[in-house]
């Protein structure tokens, strides 16, 4: 079955280094064997999905941007911009499809710096705690959104 429907999974800096980066807080997998999950579940859906990680803020707005033709709905791991990125944040406002807002670690249980997102308030939701789940999650929503076409 081929449902009409393309999801975009962004991430952004330091997300690359997933497996090697602080395992103690992210966990031991990578990202690509993240995505290859992500991917998997999507196919048994019949949804596209694409990913797409930068370091760099601008790419992430440029990103952002250049999807909004093309997909449903997009699900955010900002990582730190996700505290400070007034761009990102205008962009995803700038955008009409629902982004999806997560976080591999609980970022209420850590630095205070982390207790805010400039973001949250501009996504669908947000899903943080649960490592690579939280993106599962997402998934998990962003496929029920086939049936809502109003989305966001
Ligand atoms: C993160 C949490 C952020 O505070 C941090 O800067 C990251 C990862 C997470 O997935 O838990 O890079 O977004």
Do not use: W
């Not at 966990?27 to 991917?39: A, K, M, R």
């Not at 952002?64 to 205008?90: F, M, P, Q, W």
């Amino acid at each position: 079955m081929i449902i009409n429907m393309k999801i975009l999974v962004i991430n952004g800096p330091n997300l690359d280094l997933l497996g090697e980066r602080e395992p103690g807080i992210y966990g031991s997998e990578t990202l690509s064997s993240i995505n290859d999950g992500l991917s998997l579940i999507a196919q048994a859906a019949g949804a596209q999905i694409d990913f797409y990680q930068s370091n760099h803020e601008g790419n992430i707005v440029d990103k952002l941007h250049e999807c909004r033709k093309d997909t449903d709905c997009v699900i955010l791991n900002a990582g730190a911009y996700t505290h400070y990125s007034y761009a990102i944040r205008d962009a995803i406002s700038a955008i009409k499809i629902p982004v999806i807002e997560v976080h591999l670690s609980n970022v209420h249980a850590r630095e205070e710096f982390r207790e805010n997102s400039v973001i949250s308030a501009v996504c669908a939701g947000t899903i943080a705690g649960f490592g690579s789940y939280s993106y599962t999650m997402a998934l998990q929503y962003a496929l029920t959104l086939k049936d809502r076409p109003e989305g966001k």
